[in-house]
């Protein structure tokens, strides 16, 4: 189809330039007729000549500059395939093909953003299976291992409350397993809308505090609870104190039989901070960077029950209600620190 579309149009071509030699011959031989002066002829000739050459240079040169044109565009077309970013035309010329260049610049741009979003979501999506099948392993293994055992009639009573109770522990880790990762799949799919209403932070830190006081008084820890002020700022009730439970919750399991953790609110400028303190050893330095990571465990927690997915839930919770989380460590124990922005 191409093909014959330049075909025809040489064609046209053609038959313009043969008419204008013909016109250029005619006018000539009128000219000659008219003032019977063959000088006269030959300069009209030669002008008319000249003129047809001048048009037929033009055209050449508009053919030219219009293949360069579609060679640069076709490289611009290329430019956006690739998703890169080059320099076709001069930005510095306000020209139709500069301003196309830009577009398809700022084009290529969010196609190459949305492609590394979408690489990114595969990369997490792959990394949560991973995770979540590495967790299911251990307590799906003794439930089939300790229900064969409980096929056996030989056992002894003891043996079997025993059995019964280790498939207890497995389900209840099951269920909390399940539980966590439904919670870190919502927020990473972006599924969880935050209810955001200007409310009272002390009221949802000590509705954290009522959760976890059961589990502190078992083991004799003390929470003291400090705050400079009432302190109204946006923030979603429930998952904020979500957040919250996963520091003391943490504090207090990792903590030794009589110590005190101090639970802390504080204002300053434009922010607001909440602090968990508690007395245990100090976190590595090498571990800081690393101790929000999804089912991280560090050195210490090999007695400790956990899968070592609350301090990730709770920086994902604070970082999408536009906050961030905080670790400082010292002698004397660790302070992990909640910071809102206060609207």
Partial sequence: MNDMKKEEFNIKLQIIFSLSLIVTAIISVSVYLLSQNIYISIITLSGMLFLCLISYLIHRLDDKYISEIVADLSRLTDVLTQLEEKEIFPLNEDTIV????NKITKLARILKKKNESSLQEQEN????????????KTPIANLIMYSEFLEDDTISKEQYKEYIKIIKISVERLNFLSESMIKVSRLESNLIHLNMKNQSLNETVLKAVKDVYVKAKNKD???IYNEEAKIPISHDRNWTSEALFNLL???IKYSKTGTKIILSIKKFGMFVSVEVTDENNPISYEERNKIFSRFYRGNNSSNVEGIGIGLYLSRQIILKQGGYMNLKSCTKGNTFSIVLYNH
């Fill in 98 to 101: 500069s301003k196309l260049q």
């Fill in 221 to 223: 820890i003390e929470i």
């Fill in 249 to 251: 919750d943490n504090a």
């Fill in 125 to 136: 999506i792959k990394s949560l299976v991973s995770d979540i099948s590495h967790q299911l």
